[in-house]
């Protein structure tokens, strides 16, 4: 790697790392400190609602955008890795939902759909396709690390996050979707949603503290 390639990755490398960090920080000390906010049985997204709502609003927007920055050092550090396009886009693309999902706010859980806002189907909707991508785009790195011989050792645990995250994924989307028939698990609704995002800001900070490493040995 030359010294400008380095350079260049420095600071999408750094916002790979904060991103994450500061996403998972911010929401996690303001549903602490937010009267009536329950963690466990409440979406990240209602901490939208409200007159502290700017915060989390700021937060997906501000994360978004980092994640943008991490994406075009990713995209750099792969560039001659053709199989690693598929995974640019789709991060690309979670960068673009996980901002959208900041001024779009969510309506408060329970709203009857005749009276469901267009910025609260919006939100439905982002929020929607980001917990789909997000194990798709770990699982499609995988090819990426095994054809680039300096990211070999990442196989093993992006392998292991994909399917853990998959499957948390699919456990948040069929209890978010029928509360009914699972009452028990929907009053753990936000630890599961939780459980289903958290491993995704993991592999972003893992993988922006390796690119981090690389840029400094340019």
Same mark, same amino acid.
């Given at each position: 790697m030359s010294n400008i390639s380095g350079k260049a990755l420095q600071i999408p490398a750094l916002a790979g790392i904060v991103g994450p960090l500061l996403f998972v920080g911010v929401f996690t000390i303001e549903g602490l400190l937010r009267p009536g906010y329950n963690a466990l049985s409440m979406?990240?997204?209602?901490?939208?609602? @409200?007159?502290?709502g700017w915060i989390q609003i700021t937060n997906f927007i501000v994360f978004?955008?980092?994640?943008?920055? /991490?994406?075009?050092?990713? !995209?750099?550090?792969f560039r001659q890795v053709k +199989?690693?396009?598929?995974?640019h886009y789709i991060l690309a693309i979670l960068g673009s939902l996980y901002f959208l999902s900041g001024?779009?706010? !969510? &309506?408060?859980?329970?709203?009857?759909?005749?009276?469901?806002?267009?910025?609260?189907?919006?939100?439905?909707?982002?929020?929607?396709?980001?917990f789909l991508l997000m194990p798709i785009c770990i699982l499609l790195f995988l090819r990426p690390f095994r054809e680039n011989p300096i990211w070999h050792s990442f196989r093993g645990w992006t392998l292991?996050? @994909?399917? /853990? &995250? $998959?499957?948390?994924?699919?456990? /948040?989307?069929?209890? +978010?979707?029928?509360?009914?028939?699972? $009452?028990? /698990? +929907? &009053?753990?609704i936000g630890l599961i949603q939780r459980t289903a995002l958290v491993p995704f800001m993991i592999w972003v900070f893992i993988f922006a503290l390796r690119l981090r490493k690389r840029s400094l040995q340019g």
């Open positions: 979406y990240i997204s209602a901490l939208s609602i @409200g007159p502290r978004g955008l980092l994640l943008l920055v /991490f994406t075009n050092g990713v !995209m750099k550090e +199989s690693a396009r598929a995974g001024p779009f706010v !969510m &309506d408060p859980t329970g709203t009857p759909t005749s009276q469901s806002t267009l910025h609260g189907l919006l939100h439905g909707i982002f929020g929607g396709f980001v292991a996050i @994909g399917i /853990f &995250d $998959t499957a948390a994924v699919l456990a /948040f989307t069929i209890i +978010s979707k029928a509360p009914t028939l699972l $009452t028990g /698990f +929907s &009053d753990w």
